[in-house]
């Protein structure tokens, strides 16, 4: 029988939960025992006894929960101190955030964890349902309207009464991937004029299918930026000065600025800079989705709304997990529809296929070693051939990593 620990997250910012008692049911269908730590799921307003009703038991704390397990599941990575602790050979399934945690992912293989980073999950057919960067960044970019709504101090939507007209508040956001198009449809329903830009072609269709207007140079370099892979490349500067200033002279008429731009493995691009905020109105607000990798907006603080100039800053933290009940829903079926796959129906138990795509994308340590390519020291032979990703950031975020 496969043991499946989840463990609460110890990230005072984190509010979601890797499982919910639905995956537990379907884990439990696969012959699977689930332990789940008591009060992992309360800030997603799932409580013990939600777990304990499909099947699942309740351990008093982190050690007790995790011991003897065969596959951990949590939401991120787990502190050094943690990973100690937990059994050797064990599977731990989370968004790893590697990038500039190098130091991590080796005492994640010093632990003798197998270590699966589910942000490197292959943009395939096969594997859309274990996408947590396009789960979690769809919601980021609901949320991230939300945000702006509540510190946007008026109406969002064309109001016309016998005391006057209340014009439509105009919206624009940089970066049309995952969150960009949740947050182009929102503001949308919320009565707003939108506009967006993104550096990939295709998504100038995208968004206009949205009823938004496209702002971008769309000269030769723009027709190519944009990877195999889906994700935006790095613009040449001559590129970005141009971009620069139609998107200074743009912004200059909006009311709100999202932003949700992400380059894999690499700081958030600026995009905003104090020049272009000062030019804008009094009271405009702008979110920038990528405060925890370097921001989008000049000036914007992690975990905080401030003043600058003319407008506000909304810097949050870990914006999917501002609507924790949700996001849990949808991560929990990411990681179980992942973790299906490397159960044997027949027999209960653990059997992973080492030379399946969607293992080789994602493992990152293994056999007390650091194996992805990205990671992996040159002098070291990986033992998977795992196929270079463009991954992003977690989650946090993530993270938005197709913008």
Known sequence: MVKIAVPAETDPNEGRVAIT??????????????????????????????????????????????????????????????????????LLVASMDPYGNEKSVEAMAKAGLTGVAMEFMPRITRAQVMDILSSQANLAGYQAVIDAAEVYDRAMPMMMTAAGTVPAAKVFVMGAGVAGLQA????????????????RPASKEQVESLGAKFIAVENEEFKQAETSGGYAKEMSDDYKKQQAELVASHIAKQDIVITTALIPGR??????????????????????????????????????????????????????????????????KNLYSFVETLIDKENKALAINWDDELVQAT?????????????????????????????????????????
């Not at 008093?60 to 951990?72: C, F, Q, S, W």
């Not at 182009?184 to 550096?199: F, K, N, Q, W």
């Not at 990798?293 to 603080?301: F, L, M, P």
């Not at 040159?378 to 989650?395: F, G, I, L």
């Open 21 to 90: 008692p639905d995956t537990v049911k379907r884990f439990k269908a696969l012959g699977a025992d689930v332990t789940v730590q008591a009060g992992a799921g309360t800030t997603s307003r799932l409580p013990d006894e939600a777990y304990t009703e499909e099947g699942a038991t309740i351990a008093k704390d982190a050690k007790a929960t995790v011991a003897e397990a065969d596959i951990i599941l949590r939401v991120r990575r787990p502190s050094d101190a943690d990973m100690k602790s937990y059994p050797k050979g064990a």
């Open 184 to 199: 182009i449809a929102t503001a949308r329903r919320l009565g707003a004029v939108v506009s967006a830009t993104d550096v």
């Open 267 to 332: 700081p958030a691009p600026r995009l905003v800079t104090k020049d272009m905020i000062n030019a804008m109105k009094p009271g405009s607000v702008l979110v920038d989705l990528a405060v925890e990798r370097g921001g989008n907006v000049e000036g914007a603080k992690a975990g905080d709304v401030v003043e600058a100039g003319p407008a506000k800053v909304v810097g949050y933290l870990n914006v999917p997990g501002r609507i924790a009940a949700t996001a849990s829903l949808l991560f929990a």
């Open 363 to 403: 493992v990152l340590t293994r056999d007390g070693a650091v194996v992805h390519p990205n990671f992996a020291p040159k002098s070291d032979t990986p033992k998977t051939d795992a196929p270079k990703q463009d991954a992003d950031t977690s989650d946090a975020p993530e993270e938005e990593a197709k913008s």
